[in-house]
């Protein structure tokens, strides 16, 4: 099964991704290779979890903001968003 790499995932897709991972890993049946296989790839969806996360709270934050004189602001959009 060819997996996508982190940064080509929804954030929904990671974070289900993620979940399974930890089930497996805590299940504790799997070799110490693929454990540390596992590991590794839990790393990348987290920090591609946490990347999503920011970029939303910079969304909101923007949005959000009560100053009636603001100008406006830009702010980088994946394609996937």
């Known amino acids: 099964?060819?997996?996508?790499?982190?940064?080509?995932l929804s954030f929904e897709e990671?974070?289900?991704e993620?979940?399974?991972?930890?089930?497996?890993?805590?299940?504790?049946?799997i070799s110490l290779e693929e454990s540390l296989k596992s590991?590794?790839?839990?790393?990348?969806?987290?920090?591609?979890c946490q990347q999503a996360l920011a970029k939303a709270e910079q969304k909101v934050s923007i949005l959000s903001d009560k100053t009636l004189e603001a100008e406006p602001e830009t702010f980088e959009v994946d394609a996937k968003d």
Do not use: H, W
């Open 1 to 8: 099964m060819s997996r996508k790499k982190p940064e080509n």
């Open 14 to 16: 990671a974070l289900s």
């Open 18 to 29: 993620l979940e399974s991972l930890v089930d497996r890993l805590e299940q504790g049946d």
């Open 39 to 48: 590991f590794e790839r839990g790393i990348a969806l987290t920090r591609n």
